[in-house]
């Protein structure tokens, strides 16, 4: 009826600017409680010395773009996917291929390793999130025990298992979210929000264990409650598609790389952005982002095919780090922060040592 | 990188120019690039009556330029140059056919924003073809092996536009013959770089490639049609978020830094590892040591359960030594119970109803053999949810069990006489120097993947330990 047609016409443009409006008081009450800037307090903190970096082990053994991977809890093995639809287990120390299986799909965008380490998860331009167990036994192929387990309706773009390997966490690109039960391929919450194609997601490693961090194509990273399905918290200070995100080691705070060539750090208890590294110089969107584990650096890929060393406290650039010859894509701090590894469009991933150092130190390389 | 080259362009900070002889002809505002003495120049030789609007710079100068605008070294510098030309913003007037940024006296000349990759403007195959026609008539030979078969393609491809398009190119090489010798050279130049960009030699990188959903091509991708309920949602989001409470920065800023000192001596990138990085001695006595289960946790991991409640219970060791400690005070059931309602948040959905049902039996029901101390309406709550049983059911009494964990035994348990022996006993290893002799290097021992031993039931880690001496 036309009546009802005008009487939905009005609501979606009256929600609209409801939305801006609260959208601006949330933006003042914001800005009520913010009485320092993080630098000024860091001000007290010693500037970082001298570093050595060095790459450690160069793996190669993809034929194509590198483009996810995620450790091990054993800080040594990891898996790794490509455009290819090639996705490989590593011993990453041995440089060792462990397992190797090629999906039916080319940009194979997302992989994660069960937290067990007896099994992966990976997808892509399928638009499904699959579940391999790992298995030794040369008579298996890894292929047949695969597990359907996340279905999307656009590409996956991310994905990592909650506490356990029965529960999976998605991000596709047609804008939703999704909590998975591994064995049955059920649904258990799903997450809507974002205006545009989510692109990258992380678990809180907070107390409850209950809440994860999306970002997406619509500049927005938000904060979501696992359990009721809704944000929490959202922040739009992004000038371009979000990339990654990760949280700081205490769960107060999380950090976003961006198209818009920037990295930015998110406060959870205060709501707002806190700060932002970025340089003149630096004009390529960083890719992926990871802390180190005392969350004092952060460790940054871009798509110049280099890797930025940031001060989380003071805000400046400790290092820049070259040797990828195309865009970095993917990049994630060892489990006990002895290294990190960098995954790049080069068809290599490297496993690089970094360590800062006093003066008085004498390196013996 | 567009608002860089613009900067670049102007004449009182940009890029020192100069005039330049190339070969026969005068190239009107080449810059060369000599060492220049600092301050950018507006010098040189003022703009002749040329129709480009693009002027030449040279090598070393962009470099030095780079380095001194965005106060960067100059490892960065070249970098950050050789994007700009390979993204075909600039190009060398010499040797046209690499895309790559020398840091010497090389000319440079910047590309006119008609051939901007960010113009969009769609590299149609016709314009190929007829950019590869023009250069075949104009000198046999000149093609490229690469170029060539892209012409014997599209040759057959649009065969039936093919006089369409050798009539273009005759045309546009008449009309270039009409322009000055510099000047035809300078389109010439432009030309080949654009296509280098947009069609490069096998081998080389494609610079315009962007992952699938994103890219040029999407640019004008149509935003997801946001309905109603998007905006209802968001705007319930935004009343939640208001209602939110907050805490002053100065509060939340100070504690990353008590964060970070105090988890800096723990982090190997700040502060090293003892006895030494495996990634850098190859020796794995690090892992063996920090093992999940190990038998002698090192000092730092048994400070570290001091830092907080959770990084207590995180640690298998840790948690284990705290249900010895609790065993002691008999309130073990805590945390027993809390690991049983970890179980059921996060595992499968098939055992949930028989995990809801043996929690209750075992902690909740009325004379249960380790009846948990929840307050009453939370327990009622609770088993009044217990007729529906779902992997949430008992959030609220797991949650309330882990503060009384955390405010109550959690700080008697840190002056406890069990945790100050554990740290008394706790090992500091010694640190092993790197070998300086390469030829000596320990061999790498693999270790047994975790997916052969057999995994836990509550689906915790079971890590792989190195075979590395203790």
Known sequence: ?365 | MERMVVTMQDPDQGVRMRSQRLLVTVIPHAVNGEAAEGGGGGGGVPAEASAHPGVCRAGSDIVEWLMQKYSIAEDEALHLGSLLVQHGYLYPLRDPRRLELRPDETPYRFQTPYFWTSTLWPAAELDYAIYLAKKNIRKQGTLVDHEKEHYHQLHRKINHAWDLVMMQAREQLRAAKQRRKGDRLVIACQEQTYWLVNRPPPGAPSVLEQGPGRGPCTAGRVPMTKTLDFYRREVECLRRALGRARVKSSTCLEAYLKFSSQHGPHDPIMSGCLPSNPWVTDDDAYWAMNAPSVAMPTRLRVEQWAFSFRELLEDPVGRAHFMDFLGQEFSAENLSFWEACEELRHGGQAQVPALVDAVYQQFLAPGAARWVNIDSRTMEQTLAGLTQPHRHVLDDAQRHIYLLMKKDSYPRFLKSDLYRDLRAEAVVPLETKRRVFPFMRKPRHSSPSPALLPASASGEPVGGDGDGET
């Open chain 1, 1 to 365: 009826m036309a009546a009802d047609g005008l009487h939905e016409n009005e609501t979606l443009a009256s929600l609209k600017s409801e939305a801006e409006s609260l959208k601006g008081k949330l933006e003042e009450e914001r800005a009520k409680l913010h009485d320092v800037e993080l630098h000024q307090v860091a001000e007290r903190v010693e500037a970082l010395g001298q570093f050595v970096m060095k790459t450690r082990r160069t793996l190669k053994g993809h034929g194509n773009k590198v483009l996810c991977m995620d450790w091990c809890k054993d800080k040594r093995r990891l898996v790794s996917s490509s455009q290819d639809g090639k996705v490989i287990v590593w011993d990453s120390f041995t440089t060792n291929k462990e397992h190797a299986v090629t999906m039916p799909c080319t940009w194979v965008m997302a992989c994660a390793y069960a937290p067990s380490g007896c099994a992966i998860a990976c997808g892509g331009l399928d638009n499904k999130c699959s579940v391999y167990p790992l298995t030794f036994d040369k008579n298996e192929n890894m292929a047949a025990k695969k597990k359907s387990v996340a279905m999307h309706t656009n590409y996956l773009s991310a994905c990592s298992f909650t506490n356990s390997d029965m529960q999976i966490l998605t991000a596709s690109g047609d804008g939703t979210c999704a909590l998975w039960d591994v064995e049955s391929g059920q649904l258990l919450q799903s997450f809507h929000g974002h205006g545009a194609d989510v692109l990258c997601l992380d678990l809180a490693p907070s107390e409850t264990g209950n809440t994860f961090v999306s970002g997406g194509c619509d500049k927005k990273a938000m904060v979501w409650d696992m359990r009721s399905g809704q944000c929490v918290q959202a922040f739009e200070t992004h000038e371009s598609d979000i990339n990654s995100v990760r949280y700081y080691p205490s769960g107060d705070a999380f950090a976003s790389g961006s198209d818009d060539a920037t990295c930015r750090l998110y406060d959870l208890r205060a709501d707002r952005e806190v700060a932002i590294y970025s340089k003149e110089s630096i004009i390529f969107g960083a890719s992926s982002v990871d802390f180190s584990l005392s969350g004092r650096l952060l460790f940054a890929g871009y798509n110049d095919y280099t890797i930025n060393v940031w001060d989380v406290l003071k805000g400046s650039r400790v290092s820049i780090l070259f040797g990828h010859e195309n865009r970095v894509s993917t990049l994630r701090v060892s489990p006990d922060g002895t290294a990190f590894c960098s995954g790049s469009w080069d068809h290599t991933l490297r496993v690089k040592h970094f360590r800062v150092t006093n003066e008085a130190e004498i390196w013996v390389e």
